[in-house]
């Protein structure tokens, strides 16, 4: 079992930036794919981004591309989500994953990851 916790969410204009933290404690951190998925209202849960758990690979979906950057610091038990210039779409409740079993082809699946943090809303006004 792993217990996840996000921080860094909150109200920002559009084109500024945050850093979201996911902080993770239990299980061996680095043995995990990291991922953030986001949550509108009245929407799906989403696929943001996910980095391997050996921190060689990343991935994006297409409409944070260039603005957002994901990395992890596993001495820390850490996955980060830095994002810049936002935009009001960009507002959601934020999820940081973990990906316990790692099958490939599913990265971008919410349903593949095994455990979640509470989230952590990111509110971008125009």
Sequence with gaps: QVQLVESG???????????LSCAASGRTFSS??????????GKEREFVAAISASDTSTYYADSVKGRFT??????KNTVYLQMNSLKPEDTAVYYCGADETIRAGRVMTSGEYD????GT?????S
Excluded: C, D, E, K
């Design 121 to 125: 809303q990111v509110t971008v006004s």
């Design 70 to 75: 994901i990395s992890r610091t596993n001495a």
């Design 32 to 41: 995990y794919r990291m991922g953030w998925f986001r949550q509108a209202p």
């Design 9 to 19: 969410g909150g109200l920002v204009q559009a084109g500024g930036s945050l850093r």
């Design 115 to 118: 455990y979640w943090g509470q």
